[in-house]
């Protein structure tokens, strides 16, 4: 092993991911860990990780990560096995900011098809008229995420895991249209290492980044990139739900689907995720509070 990835490991041992800040001294080096759940039974690490760009793809529509998505929680590290357990940021709700992105060009770039029925015609075509076509997509957690330190650094296996779900919205679409759910999630694994997806994607890398340790118990990982596009995307639901009672949230499922080409196999859906990963022992972020 290298001399920096062995120091690396040593220090990881010890340390963890963190959480944003709440009563911490405002020029902390921990001032992003006020969510880490060091309360909770065995938590004895923190994680905070800003993804500030990136992409998200399923099959043909790229969303480009533009505003800042933030992870946030604790690991449960048993020093005897090593098993690291992902613990949810003392607010569960925090643990994965909920950060809309936007849809380039929106969702739909048609008139409403003349086979929906005529009321839903008129609905959809005077929204697109009045120019409501913008649309979002965010990530949201629908699980608990599972983390390796070691694969993280050492680039093989999955360094994190999201089962997530894909928020779609805008003011035709409503608000409970998901691709994804609880039963039904999308699990994206996240490497630093080389992917090996099955056609017509091709491998991409992934990378460790810089390794910095500003403060006693802290770890910064800066230009971090965790990539994955092996995994399935299935089809949307919920869409259309607040329209004339719900009537036509299957028709308006089936449109979105296949202007989104869902469901996605295995090999046409891509994540990409770079930012900044910050790791902290948990007697640093109280000490740092006092």
Not at 69 to 78: C, E, R
Not at 104 to 122: R, S, T, V, Y
Not at 183 to 202: D, F, R, S, W, Y
Not at 207 to 229: C, I, Q, R, S, Y
């Amino acid at each position: 092993m290298a001399p920096l990835l062995a120091v690396a490991a040593v220090s990881l041992a010890v340390l963890g991911f963190a959480a944003p800040a709440l009563a911490l001294k405002p020029t902390s080096p921990f001032e992003n860990f006020g969510e880490c759940p060091q309360k909770t039974a065995g938590v004895n690490l923190c994680v905070y990780a800003t993804t500030t760009s990136g992409e998200f793809a399923i099959k043909k529509t790229t969303v480009p990560i533009l505003k800042p998505i933030v992870l946030q929680g604790g690991i449960d590290l048993n020093e005897s096995t090593g098993t690291e357990t992902f613990v949810l940021a003392a607010t569960p709700a925090n643990t994965l900011s909920k950060t809309p992105q936007t849809v380039p060009g929106g969702l739909f770039k048609i008139i409403a098809p003349k086979g929906w029925p005529e009321i839903l015609q008129i609905i959809f075509n005077e929204i697109v008229n009045k120019g409501i076509t913008g649309a979002t997509a965010t990530t949201e957690l629908v699980g608990t995420p599972s983390i390796s330190r070691t694969a993280l650094l050492t680039k093989t296996g999955n360094a994190l895991v999201l089962p997530s779900r894909v928020h779609l919205e805008n003011t035709f679409l409503g608000p409970s249209c998901y691709v994804g759910s609880k039963a039904h999630p999308v699990n994206v694994e996240l490497t630093t290492g080389t992917t090996a997806p099955p056609l017509p994607n091709k491998p991409i890398t992934g990378n460790v980044g810089e390794l910095e340790f500003p403060a006693e118990g802290l770890l910064v990982v800066k230009k971090n990139t965790l990539v994955n596009n092996t995994f399935a995307a299935p089809e949307a639901e919920g869409c259309g739900s607040q329209i004339l009672f719900g009537i036509f949230t299957g028709i308006i499922d089936d449109a979105v689907n296949s202007e989104l080409e869902l469901p996605s196999v295995s090999g046409n859906n891509t994540a990409i995720l770079s930012g900044t990963l910050e790791n902290a022992e948990v007697t640093a972020v109280k000490a740092s509070e006092k």
